[in-house]
């Protein structure tokens, strides 16, 4: 049977397991050797706050052109255990009823043969549903693996390897090349680990090959064709996006507290620390992290931070005062994840962006940026650093779970073009008179700073109100010009950032309906615009990427011709277009929103966007790959999972904790 | 015969800010200030290549006064600030200084990390029992059962141990001085900058205006019912040795911090002085030798910062 390709040019593809079964790293050797291949890869993993044995599923889109978002279907699923395909029904109140209903009509299954999973169970629940199902003999071939090196016989202690033989089976499947997959599984072992690499690739290849003998041909699905001459592309991820952009921007400092899905960032910089001069702080709280930041870059370094919402709650009084003391920073970087409160720590939502705004005592002059995609997650954060010293004042960076974690082909990096730019510095020349003052008035409104240790440039600085020369004052007049120094701040950074760098229109300005949003909503809106609207004469989508000081004037205008304005963003409420409305008075006409803390996929914008223009409410919620009247749908899908696990009692039990073989 | 003689070439008023300051008369931290100038001064460390990092409160103001680099930032965050100037800027002599209750109430969290850490810095808490520039409340220091006069009712927590609790926290150099002795204080400043590590020096200070309990009568031991003889004493007059000779051995370590504890919680005598010194590799030493930071970094003149090549990291990813 020829393969046809997946709808939208792309094959979706997915692996789920328990955590600790090494689906990140099946999956990520399986992108990365697609994205040497040629082809553009995205790819997202949702995750529990749990360190073994809760479900976790990684999707990889493949395509033959730049994507930015994942599909609900799937047309090859992997499955590692029987939680992937029927959920957590073993649970007293489930919370999922697995992906078997996501696999597309002509899709496949591949599973362990005689394991956890029966096909009858799997018929039962397709209900009908045409589906390929290829049960791999698992324990054999990592035995016949295992035999290379001496340990025959120890399948069963070896279970992590499964997840190995599954992806060697899946590139069988793909009809996929090989030699890239090998490749790419052997850099990863060195020196002595490299008979543990060949030992790896011997099982991947034996699971291929099994593949080839029994399941020639059987699939519907195939890939697209790889584009020639794509350009060398790398395969990133946000956190390493964002960590890169600070080491180029000569960053030399970072401190953090551990936090999901933050950590990732610190610990990149961490493993190139020596490599680059960059010292990485762990603080013993975010209190202590931002303030160590901050005074770094008192001390004359660039200085950064990042956390998520819960570490950005202890950090308002940090941020205060940095502006209160003008400190060339810190870059504050926060990696938004479901909340209020401790929430949904590895779950996705862009619900901090109220915070960030307003965060502190008083006014507080701050930058606050938002880049949508990898490739603006390593230039706004390089900017950040610039604008943290020009302005003397903090730069936040809103990233999310999502960003933070999507591993995604993009362009490498340029960095030709790139300066630094270190603002108002202390000249000895100039300012050493015995008379140098920290908070010089002038007419720029930025006095120029000295590093500590220099001779002449000495200064005081408080966190209380002061005067020009760091001390504190209480007068009336010092007041007026100091709070009025601080703040021209914003209205200096709006005139003198380039508009490119604030916001992007994508599509007609005339276009009947404008699209606004910020953040990671950007590739399944790029995506969905392109599937919904491909001759761009329907909709318009502007890009927000500098919300404070936030671009009014240019936005009331290009907004002015759009009969509809639809906001869409992750979060309740809207913060985005309150923001919108606080800023320029216009009341967005639709609000799209979802908050299921997981990101926006690329038919769920369709579907929304769709409803919305066709006479569709004012607010519109997404969940699970539609759009739904949340609460009662809620409720629904929890009776409805309830039910299912009273009909179906035989589900296994949890592998919690997991089994030893996957302790290795 | 010729003679020699050293000439100072920055004397202790090179280090006293030209601002007028607003601390009560008689403060006890009149002598801190001056003793940390006369310790500076003693070690000829040039203005500009100190910073006086605070919390907040009186003892918070005292950056001001100093004639050096000068940084006056939050309540209890005077060791988190330190540890990031320091990093940044390792060349500088950074000496940390706030109250009990910034550093042992809402700095406590920072105090325990910042001895774990043993970043070559100094720590001078003025400890006067009292938060006064709120007038008056009881501070972690305060001893269960006392009441000050600016309390409505005695304190019914127990008293934290400064000492017993550096030393706890890692802390390498823990020593305790008087601010009305100013001279041997400004010796344990001294020492303290010169010890290689985080040096914690707890300053009896008297308060004037709140603190009507441990006044500088009462250390003189000259208050109703008190001897006559003042319960302060010099360790280093007696045959204390607060020095760990063999920083490798675990026993010696825990038999000096142990007396250390044992004369710090003495009922009626107060000792002064160093009670527990150990030289052991800091922080920057350990991040130098990782290869992370030159200890010689200075960020106004270097510039390897802005030199780097990210070539190497896209490639790994490609």
């Given amino acids: 049977m020829a393969a046809k390709t997946a709808s939208h040019n792309s094959f979706s593809w997915m692996i789920g397991g328990p955590q600790g079964s090494g689906i990140n790293l099946g999956a990520e050797i399986l992108g990365k050797a697609l994205c040497r291949a040629g082809y553009y890869v995205f790819a997202n993993i949702e995750y529990h706050s749990n360190i073994k044995g809760k479900h976790s599923y990684y999707r990889l889109r493949i395509s033959d052109r730049r994507v930015g978002s994942h599909v609900e279907e799937i047309h090859l699923l992997v499955a590692l255990d ?111 680990a490299r008979k543990v690499g060949e030992m790896n690739v011997y099982c991947a290849r034996a699971a291929h090959d099994y593949v080839r003998e029994h399941f020639h041909g059987k ?35 970072q401190t953090y507290y551990p936090i999901s ?24 709280d975010e209190v202590s992290a931002i303030d160590a930041a901050v005074m770094a870059a008192h001390g004359g370094v660039r200085a950064s931070t990042s956390t998520s919402g819960p570490g950005f709650a202890l950090m308002p ?83 999310d779970k999502h960003l933070a974690t999507i591993y995604v082909t993009v362009p490498p990096y340029e960095t030709e073009g790139l300066t630094f730019d270190r603002g108002a510095l202390y000249d000895p020349q100039r300012d050493a008179n015995g008379h140098y003052m920290r908070y010089r008035f002038n007419d720029s409104g930025i ?73 990671s909503t950007k590739g399944p809106l790029l995506d969905a615009l392109a599937r919904l609207d491909p001759e761009q004469q329907n909709y318009s989508f502007l890009q927000l990427r500098l919300l404070l000081p936030f671009p009014a004037e240019a936005v009331t205008k290009l907004l002015k011709p759009a009969a509809k304005i639809i906001v869409l963003e992750c979060n309740y409420s809207g913060q985005l277009a309150s923001l919108l409305r606080e800023k320029t008075g216009i009341q967005a006409h639709h609000r799209i929103l979802k908050y299921d803390g997981r990101p926006f996929s690329e038919d769920e914008v369709v579907t929304a966007l769709e409803q919305t223009v066709a006479g569709g409410p004012e607010q519109l919620t997404v969940a699970d790959g539609k759009v739904v009247d949340p609460a009662p749908y809620g409720r629904a899908e929890v009776e409805r999972l309830l039910e299912l696990r009273e009909r179906s009692a035989k589900m296994a039990p949890p592998m919690v904790p997991l089994p030893p073989g996957y302790n290795r | 015969m010729a003679t020699t003689t050293t000439k100072f070439e920055f004397k202790i008023k090179d280090y006293k800010a030209e601002i007028h300051n607003d601390w009560c008369p008689g403060c006890g931290d009149f002598g801190i200030l001056t003793a940390i100038q006369m310790a500076l001064s003693k070690l000829q460390v040039p203005p500009h290549k100190v910073a006086v990092v605070s919390g907040i409160g ?64 100094t720590y001078v ?57 100013v001279k041997y204080l400004a010796e344990i400043v001294a020492q303290g900058i010169q010890h290689r590590g985080t040096s914690l020096i ?61 004369v710090s919680e003495q009922p009626d005598r107060l000792p002064i002085g160093v009670f527990y010194r150990c030289l052991v590799p800091t922080y920057e030493d350990f991040l130098e030798k990782r290869g992370v930071l030159k200890q010689d970094f200075d960020p106004a003149t270097n510039d390897s910062h802005f030199r780097r090549d990210i070539t190497p990291l896209l490639e790994a990813l490609a």
Wanted: net charge negative.
């Fill in chain 1, 82 to 192: 029987e939680e992937t395909l029927f959920g957590d029904l073993y649970h007293e109140f489930p919370a999922h009823a697995g992906h078997i209903h996501e696999v597309a009509e002509g899709g496949a299954i591949l599973f362990e043969e005689g394991g956890q999973i029966s096909p009858p169970a799997i018929q039962e629940r397709l209900n009908g549903r045409s589906v390929h199902l290829f049960p791999m003999p698992y324990s054999r071939i990592v035995d016949q693996a295992l035999a290379t090196v001496g340990k025959a016989g120890q399948a069963h202690e070896y279970r992590i390897m499964n997840n190995t033989a599954a992806i060697g089976a899946a590139t069988a499947l793909l009809g996929f090349n090989f030699d890239h997959v090998a490749e790419v599984m052997l850099s990863g072992f060195h020196g002595k």
């Fill in chain 1, 317 to 399: 009084e940090g941020l205060g005062f940095a502006a209160m003391t003008e400190a060339p920073g810190p870059v504050v970087c926060i990696y938004q994840r479901g909340g209020p409160s401790t929430g949904l720590p590895t779950r996705h939502e862009q619900g901090d962006l109220s915070f960030a705004l307003h965060a502190g005592q008083s006014d507080i002059p701050r930058i606050v940026l938002a880049p949508g995609d990898l490739t603006e997650c390593f230039y706004d954060t390089f900017d950040a650093f610039n604008y943290a010293d020009r302005y003397q004042i903090p730069v936040i960076v809103m990233l």
């Fill in chain 1, 447 to 519: 006095s120029p700073r000295s590093i500590p240790g220099q001779e002449g440039g000495i200064f005081w600085t408080t966190s209380d109100e002061h005067d020009q020369v760091g001390h504190i004052s209480e007068g009336v007049g010092n007041r007026l010009v100091k709070m009025t120094k601080r703040m021209n701040k914003m209205g200096m950074a709006e005139r003198e950032i380039p508009d490119a760098k604030k916001f992007a229109l994508f599509g007609r300005q005339d276009a009947p309906a404008c699209i606004v949003s910020w953040g």
């Fill in chain 2, 125 to 181: 808490v003025f400890n006067n029992d009292v938060y006064a520039l709120t007038k008056g409340q009881a501070s972690p220091t305060i001893q269960k059962g006392m009441k000050t006069k600016s309390m409505s009712e005695e304190s019914i927590m127990e008293a934290l141990n400064p000492i017993a609790l550096g030393l706890a926290c890692g802390y390498t150099f823990v020593a305790r001085g008087y601010a009305l002795d």
């Fill in chain 1, 261 to 284: 899905p933050a950590t990732d960032e610190s610990v990149y910089l961490e493993e190139h620390q020596a490599e680059y001069g960059l010292v990485v702080l762990q603080t013993e």
């Fill in chain 2, 202 to 262: 707890d300053v009896y200070q008297t308060c004037p205006t709140y603190n009507d309990l441990h006044t500088k009568t009462w250390y003189e031991g000259k208050k109703p019912g008190q001897s006559g003889q003042s319960p302060l004493y010099r360790l280093d007059q007696t045959d204390y040795d607060p020095l760990v000779h063999d920083p490798t051995d675990r026993r010696e370590i825990a038999q000096k911090k142990a007396q250390a504890i044992l």
């Fill in chain 2, 58 to 121: 009186c003892s918070g103001k005292t950056p001001h006064y100093m004639q050096t680099y000068a940084f006056h930032t939050l309540h209890g965050r005077a060791m988190p600030s330190v540890t990031g100037l320091k990093l940044a800027n390792p060349g500088l002599t950074v000496i940390g200084v706030g109250g009990d209750g910034d550093g042992y109430g809402i700095g406590a969290g920072h105090f325990v990390n910042a001895g774990r850490r043993n970043l070559n810095i």
């Fill in chain 1, 219 to 253: 699939i519907e699905f195939g890939l697209p064709t790889a584009p020639a001459n794509r350009p060398t592309q790398i395969m990133i991820k946000g956190t390493q996006a964002v960590g890169i952009g600070k080491l180029k921007a000569g960053c030399g400092i």
